[in-house]
């Protein structure tokens, strides 16, 4: 991750370290007597004890209001930003006021400073808008200018009259987009569907503007599409719906990521003694290397490098660094043979003479697939989530295809536990999509315990 993003998640840490800040200046500011001229004020007597649990409970009142009111997303909208923020503020400095006298005698038995209640919500008032505003400044992506798509004319007329300031509409057709996409389309902030427009030719405009970070919203009553996510929304005041890609995003990537880090670390713990007996056998069983490395496809396109031990003989292996030319032949001339049970993309090969001995036992039980824990731990994989493919079979993907590429890839996934190597290409891009859909914690668990299971079923047959 980026250091903007870093300081992105950062941000209800640096709000609770300002509130405190907030408090300590309230406090000492209430310790000075001589603040108006030739006038002594009767200073109380403060418990610095008592002062430090409200200013602890009043900070995660505080955060409790920003996250209840959905402002510390990682992307920042700078929509509505201070009115949302009075909201939250008056929310607060009530809750303050409640606790510091409602709980007097009780917790606060010294009671708290009403000076140093309202100079630090008068400080809170001035010191928050201004870190914010000069954060977003970097963070919000300015939308100056948006396309708008149509069927019908007099419907986007309806939606575009209200103009804010500094914000440009391009119209066009949905007929004249189809035929000749604009050139520039990277330009614009938003893509913006108005009303009844075919669903097929919205998804078609969808898939190809993924990966381009423009965001696609659409305002209407009905035609939306069935393999997307809705995110609630509002252009022009006018309710809307933005399409996703995936439920993950923000803070539930981050939440994914810490997971998987951390279950991958210590599953590598667990496993060293079975990453060395695997070692050992592949060297005792054939010569080196004991790792197979090839390209696959991840996120947007982009190849990384996925690792297994390896389980073919040596001049066998596919790729340049091990049988190359050779295997390659080999290889094709058993996707043509009646070896080759399963005839679509995704070839598979029965009793493959390929695979070495120890190669079997490696396959049938999973084990070759530990190293991609190491992979996990990058961030170009991940436990759960559809598996990556080789570049030659992205080439095969049709535009629905495409979405599976919206995601980073992962170890096992929703279509390993439904028959993966009885599934067509398309069956299995069905499932991974399901899971883009509907991805939550708990079906992630069902996942995990499901190949478990057909791990062992397989090993029993």
């Known amino acids: 991750m980026t250091l903007k993003t870093w300081t992105r998640l950062a941000r209800p840490l640096l709000h609770a370290c300002i509130i405190f800040a907030i408090f300590y200046a309230a406090y000492i500011l209430r310790l000075q007597t001589d603040l108006i001229p030739w006038v002594q004020i009767r200073i109380p007597p403060i418990n610095k004890r008592e002062l430090l649990i409200y200013a602890i409970i009043s900070t995660g009142f505080f955060l409790f209001f920003w996250f209840l009111k959905n402002r510390y997303r990682i992307y920042v909208d700078a929509q ?137 919203y659409h305002i209407a009553d009905s035609f ?87 389980s073919m003989y040596l001049d066998d292996c596919v790729w340049e660094n091990y049988g190359w030319v050779s295997a390659r032949n080999k290889r094709q001339k058993l996707i043509n043979s009646d070896k080759n049970i399963r005839k679509w993309e995704l070839q598979k090969i029965q009793d493959d003479p390929r695979v070495t001995s120890v190669g079997r036992f490696l396959r049938k039980t999973s084990l070759d697939e530990l190293p991609n824990l190491f992979s996990v731990i990058q961030w170009t994989m991940s436990i759960i989530w559809p598996r990556p493919h080789m570049p030659h079979e992205v080439e095969q993907y049709q535009a629905r295809h495409k979405r599976l590429l919206s995601i980073k890839p992962w170890i096992t996934w929703y279509a390993q536990i439904h028959g993966r190597d009885s599934l067509t290409f398309d069956q299995e891009a069905h499932y991974d999509l399901y899971y883009i859909q509907h991805r939550n914690l708990l079906l992630d668990v069902y996942i995990l315990l499901m190949t478990v299971k057909v791990i062992l079923i397989r090993n029993n047959r």
């Open 224 to 310: 939306f599409l069935t393999d997307i996510i809705y995110q609630p929304a509002t252009i022009n005041n006018v309710h809307a719906f933005r399409y996703k890609e995936s439920r993950l995003d923000e803070w539930a990537i981050v939440i994914k990521k810490t997971t998987d880090i951390v279950l991958a670390s210590l599953a590598i713990i667990v496993f060293t003694p079975v990453y060395i007996a695997v070692a050992i056998a592949i060297k005792l069983n054939s010569p080196w290397p004991i790792f197979y490395t090839q390209k696959r496809v991840w996120k947007w396109g982009k190849t990384f490098t996925f690792i297994k031990f390896r």
């Open 80 to 216: 509505d930003w201070f009115s949302t923020f009075i909201k939250i503020w008056l929310y607060w400095l009530v809750t303050m006021t409640f606790v510091a006298y409602f709980w007097g005698w009780t917790v606060f038995v010294d009671w708290i400073s009403r000076l140093i209640i309202v100079r630090t919500a008068s400080l809170a008032f001035i010191c928050i808008p201004i870190v914010d505003a000069l954060l977003m400044q970097r963070w919000t992506k300015k939308t100056t200018s948006i396309l708008v798509l149509y069927a019908d004319q007099s419907k986007m007329k309806s939606v575009t009259k209200k103009r804010k300031k500094n914000i440009s509409y391009d119209a066009i057709s949905i007929d004249e987009y189809i035929q000749t996409p604009p050139q520039n389309i990277t330009s614009y902030g938003k893509v913006l569907f108005v009303w009844a427009i075919n669903s097929s030719d919205i998804e078609y405009i969808f898939d190809t503007l993924r990966g381009q970070d423009i965001p696609c």
